[in-house]
């Protein structure tokens, strides 16, 4: 029956309306007949109204579809739908008058009236059982969702009204906090603890639960959510009043929060000025010019009206997205955009790249940087951090490039990670490559290190926002852990301003201002979203902050130098550092046990060569390796 009822196309639902209208002709005909005269005299009065009956019949289809009468759905036949039923009786009368008349048919005005009112009472009556019975079959149906409703307010009375005539759901009980209402009966259903919620779940058959309490803040709401889920049910939020008639804007409040609010300082970022030269009107190339610092050296290096900019990166996805992006603007200013899809690694694409367009200058930006995923899959991150790196840059000393600048990392300094150690053995391979062009000669090779990046891919800030979103905790590795934080405008500014003043083995150390602690910039993104951090002074605050303890590889705090002494470049915002280094024959030693171990797919042997060539690295991650063990069980 269930199906056969689903199968009805709405025409057809309509014609059984007008059908079941048609029945209640005739019988409001006798009602009214009965009522005004015997019940020999109305037998005999109906059946002098036979000749005429079809006519009426078909005219009160012709109605009932023009009036909208049997357009109307069972579930929505009420206020509006109940006038036009009465409009539609009213017409019935008239016309059985008229036809009564035309055949010469003596009948009062009291008969037609009380027809017109028998047939709209018939109508609504007919109606409501006939919904009831639709209803009884959906029920009966397997597949009918059974729905849980947790709130007992408005909110959740206005719901369970809304779903009294919905077909394929159905509302069985209340949850509620409030003590005072459990054991009632709201909206004709038994509001019950969220205790209960698991018994309720079985007894009941619930396949989803609704929340219905829009006057919790979301972090509470994404709390319980999150217990709901964990018992195998389907949960689903239902919006405030205010959000759905547009008053308030269904947003979160984190959308137009920007990471640049979190520095703590100003942000510095100059105008180029002459540095705009060593950039205009070249042939620039950017590696890895899909991520959060290679797009935007994209976005600045535009703006210096290059003649060519080169887009090379391994992600399809991400380079598709820069390169529109940039497309627009780069028409504008006469620039011409090409994006190259490859790696870094693959000598031969890079070298037909270099030459087949002939670049002046390389932004090599190109690295794997998460620190988790690079210590996990050491190989990868040392052939594309190391061997990518000393390929181009090689490949950039014979297709006569004029600078070459590697963007490092704070991570390189006295690294604790696979993923530092890779940044510093490819600055070792920059600082040998430099140390053997003679002076005034191409290219200038240089290296730019600085710390972390706010807002960029995998860096805390989007974390926090995106734990903040589902309700929390926020994880924090330890109490004390500090990191250095720039904007990824002002990194980019400065990078560009380095690389142009470069004259060749500099490694350009960026002035960060002082560090951060994780926990405060935690506690900084709570708050500024609008809710209340939950700890032991404020036990009813929204959301937590859970120290995990240090991940391997992870310091307490990053370095910007290994010697500590930085010297002055006429910046103030950019300095020298003294870094030793190694010499060519160690490097060539290096390159090779590292190229012997990726080829012997040998993690060991591929982290002993960091071990052995980068400065401390064994000291710090033993040091790394103890912490952790001091630190490996969670506080909250």
């Excluded at 409009?87 to 009236?113: C, D, K, Q, R």
């Excluded at 964990?230 to 804007?249: A, D, N, R, W």
């Excluded at 006569?400 to 690294?415: E, M």
């Excluded at 290096?590 to 012997?600: G, Q």
Aim: proline residues 4%.
């Amino acid at each position: 029956m269930l199906k056969l009822m689903k199968s009805l196309s709405r025409d057809q639902k309509k014609y059984i309306i007008v059908a079941l209208d048609c029945i209640l002709i005739p019988l409001s005909l006798w009602f009214a007949f009965n009522l005004q005269m015997s019940s020999q005299a109305a037998w005999n009065t109906l059946l002098g109204y036979l000749p005429v009956l079809p006519y009426l019949l078909i005219i009160s289809g012709f109605l009932s579809i023009w009036i909208g009468v049997a357009s109307v759905q069972l579930k929505s036949y009420e206020g509006g739908a109940i006038g036009q039923s009465a409009i539609f009786a009213w017409a019935l009368a008239s016309v059985m008058a008229l036809l009564s008349y035309m055949i010469g048919l003596p009948l009062s005005i009291e008969t037609h009236i009380v027809f017109g009112f028998s047939f709209f009472v018939f109508s609504v009556i007919s109606r409501a059982v006939l919904l009831q019975v639709v209803l009884a079959i959906y029920r009966s149906s397997p597949h009918r969702c059974r729905v849980l409703i947790y709130g007992a307010g408005t909110t959740g009375m206005q719901l369970v009204s809304a779903l009294r005539g919905h077909e394929e759901i159905e509302a069985v009980a209340f949850v509620d906090d409030n003590s005072a209402l459990h054991g009632l009966t709201v909206s004709r259903l038994q509001v019950y603890t969220p205790m209960q919620i698991p018994e309720l779940i079985e007894d009941k058959q619930v396949d989803r639960v609704v929340l219905a309490v829009p006057s919790l803040s979301p972090p509470k709401q994404a709390q319980i959510a999150r217990k709901l889920q964990g018992l195998g049910i389907e949960v689903q939020t239902l919006p405030s009043f205010s959000q759905l008639i547009g008053e308030e804007e269904l947003i979160n409040k984190l959308t137009t929060l920007s990471p640049n609010s979190f520095l703590g300082r100003d942000e510095v970022a100059e105008a180029l000025g002459e540095n705009r030269n060593a950039y205009r009107n070249r042939s620039v190339l950017i590696s890895g010019a899909g991520g959060s610092i290679g797009s935007e050296l994209c976005r600045q290096v535009l703006d210096c009206r290059p003649a060519k900019l080169i887009l090379f990166e391994l992600s399809e996805l991400a380079l598709y997205n820069t390169s529109m992006e940039l497309e627009q603007s780069a028409e504008a200013l006469g620039v011409e955009i090409v994006p190259i899809l490859g790696s870094v690694t693959d000598a031969r694409h890079v070298r037909k790249i270099l030459q087949g367009h002939k670049v002046d200058v390389i932004l090599h930006a190109a690295a794997y940087k998460h620190v988790p995923l690079v210590e996990s899959n050491p190989l990868a991150g040392l052939a594309n951090n190391v061997l990518g790196t000393h390929t181009i840059a090689v490949e950039a000393d014979g297709a006569g490039v004029q600078r070459f600048i590697l963007v490092s990392s704070d991570k390189a300094v006295r690294p604790t990670n696979v993923m530092g150690a890779s940044k510093r053995l490819a600055e070792l391979v920059i600082q040998d490559l430099a140390s053997r062009v003679p002076h005034g000669s191409s290219p200038i090779y240089s290296i730019v290190r600085f710390g972390n990046v706010l807002g960029s891919s995998g860096s805390v800030i989007p974390l926090f926002q995106e734990q903040v979103r589902r309700g929390g905790p926020l994880t924090v590795t330890h109490r004390d852990v500090k990191r250095y934080f720039m904007t990824v405008q002002e990194a980019v500014n400065l990078v560009l301003q380095a690389g142009a003043m470069a004259k060749g083995g500099e490694v350009f150390v960026l002035d960060m201002g002082k560090p951060v602690l994780i926990h405060q910039l935690a506690r900084q993104v709570i708050e500024t979203a609008g809710y209340t951090v939950r700890d032991d002074k404020n036990p009813d605050g929204d959301i937590e902050i859970e120290f995990t303890g240090l991940r391997p590889g992870e310091k307490m705090s990053e370095e910007l130098t290994l010697s500590g002494m930085l010297i002055g470049s006429g910046h103030k915002k950019i300095f020298f550092a003294k870094e030793d280094k190694l010499s060519e024959i160690e490097v060539a030693v290096a390159l090779r046990a590292l190229r012997r171990a990726l080829a012997n797919g040998d993690e060991d042997a591929a982290r002993d060569v960091a071990l052995r060539w980068v400065e401390d690295f064994g000291r710090s991650l033993q040091d790394d390796k103890e912490m952790a063990q001091e630190h490996a069980t969670p506080v909250t």
